[in-house]
């Protein structure tokens, strides 16, 4: 609920930022395309910031900075940690909805993952908070959902 109405920076996934669903529960934030603008942060994915010019109503949403040849490909951070640094001497806080370090892709090759954004992040003295596996609040909020007694629930992994 610290978020709702705020402005946040989402750096997320080039053909499938977040779903309305998934930023409705980050606070259906207006997302901006400068760090000098945003509230917060939320990292999602590895391949895009998104955003909308503070001009507009914040509905025109669209990849600011292409990571994909660069942060997703080779686990370079040169056009990402700019931003970040920008986002850490502002103290803003980030969301980190998907802590995961790596993945397995099908050719069998390691890819970077958001946990390794909120690393560095916190490298460069930002504050970050988690939700996804392993952090326990991930889970006791699925548990919610779904309206089972824990022991009628199982987690499985993915890739990994």
């Not at 998934?22 to 760090?35: I, K, T």
């Not at 945003?38 to 025109?60: F, L, R, T």
């Not at 990849?63 to 001497?89: N, Q, R, Y």
Request: glycine letters at 10%; proline letters at 6%.
């Amino acid at each position: 609920n610290k978020f709702v109405g705020k402005k946040a920076l989402l750096i997320s996934w080039k053909d499938n930022p977040a779903t309305d669903v998934f930023l409705g529960l980050c606070g259906n934030p207006m997302l901006v395309d400068d760090p000098n603008d945003a509230d917060y942060i939320i990292a999602h994915g590895m391949q895009a910031v998104w955003g909308c010019s503070s001009q507009g109503n914040g509905k025109n949403v669209r990849v600011v900075t292409d990571l994909s040849a660069s942060l997703w490909e080779k686990g370079d951070f040169s056009e990402l940690d700019p931003i970040l640094k920008t986002c850490a001497e502002r103290r803003l806080p980030m969301v980190n909805a998907n802590p995961d370090f790596t993945c397995v892709v099908a050719d069998g090759s390691h890819k970077p993952m958001p946990g390794k954004i909120a690393s560095r992040y916190e490298g460069f003295g930002g504050k970050c908070t988690y939700f996804g596996k392993p952090h326990a609040e991930h889970f006791e909020a699925c548990v919610r959902q779904i309206g089972l007694p824990k022991d009628r629930i199982v987690h499985v992994g993915d890739s990994l």
